[in-house]
């Protein structure tokens, strides 16, 4: 399931990218996603909303799946599970929560006509877009939460990714821990084959954990930089953008 996503969430952002200049902005407190390109004149602005909504879904999900893989390999290892329970279920039981709490906040990214204004001011101005040329946007603020109905991009970053982010790696370490001690212990009723593979995976999962980790430091300290310490970051924001294209394919490798 990690894979598939992750494969995904991989074309989604290359297809952006590529054909509607999708890039992330942090200026005067604001965090911004402009869209404007060849593609752009000829698509509804629903549907660049649509595409922003599951973009932020699928980003929100390479941390919030991290604890499925072990909670699998926990429930193959202890048994815990009734025979009649899918193992599989119980292990995206906790995925699958984040992601409808996911679902239910992207809605806040999409801006006022007030805000809308701010933003395509500020776009214009670093990509020295023509006004001819349509734009469309996505967004929030710490600085201008007047224009935007009130809504605070600190709101959103706490509960789609401090606490979840959090949650999700506290859960994995604890979970990793318990099946490090399992597959130590010589009197596991397991066999040494078995054994050998579990060992096996569980590096897997390490290193399958740690990498995205490793990445996706980069966009959480650009977007710490530029929207809790509202710094103008311009260009540098780009270094966000292809760090989040990155990871999908560090993921499925």
Not at 24 to 29: E, K, L, M, P, W
Not at 96 to 112: H, K, M
């Amino acid at each position: 399931v990690p894979i598939f996503v992750s494969s995904i969430h991989g074309m989604l952002l290359f297809f952006a990218i590529f054909a509607m200049n999708f890039v992330h902005i942090f200026r005067d407190g604001s965090f911004i996603v402009p869209f404007f390109g060849p593609l752009v004149p000829f698509l509804p602005r629903w549907i660049c909303h649509v595409i922003v909504q599951i973009s932020i879904v699928l980003t929100t999900l390479i941390w919030s799946l991290i604890p499925s893989t072990a909670t699998l390999q926990f429930i193959a290892l202890t048994r815990l599970v009734p025979v009649f329970i899918s193992p599989l279920i119980v292990s995206y039981v906790m995925s699958s929560e984040y992601t409808v709490f996911y679902q239910a906040t992207t809605p806040q990214f999409l801006p006022t006509a007030e805000f809308n204004e701010m933003m395509e001011s500020i776009v214009r101005d670093l990509y020295k877009v023509d006004q001819s040329e349509p734009i469309v946007l996505v967004g929030s603020t710490v600085s201008h939460t007047e224009l935007n109905d009130n809504r605070s991009m600190v709101t959103i970053l706490m509960f789609v990714v401090v606490i979840p982010y959090s949650t999700s790696y506290a859960y994995f370490l604890i979970m990793a821990y318990h099946i490090r001690r399992r597959i130590s212990f010589s009197g596991a009723s397991i066999s040494e084959r078995t054994m050998k593979m579990q060992r096996a995976f569980f590096v897997m999962q390490l290193l399958h954990s740690f990498l995205p980790f490793a990445i996706l430091s980069i966009p959480v300290v650009v977007v710490s930089i530029g929207v809790l310490l509202r710094y103008n970051l311009d260009f540098v924001t780009l270094l966000s953008t292809f760090s989040l294209d990155f990871c999908p394919i560090v993921q499925v490798r």
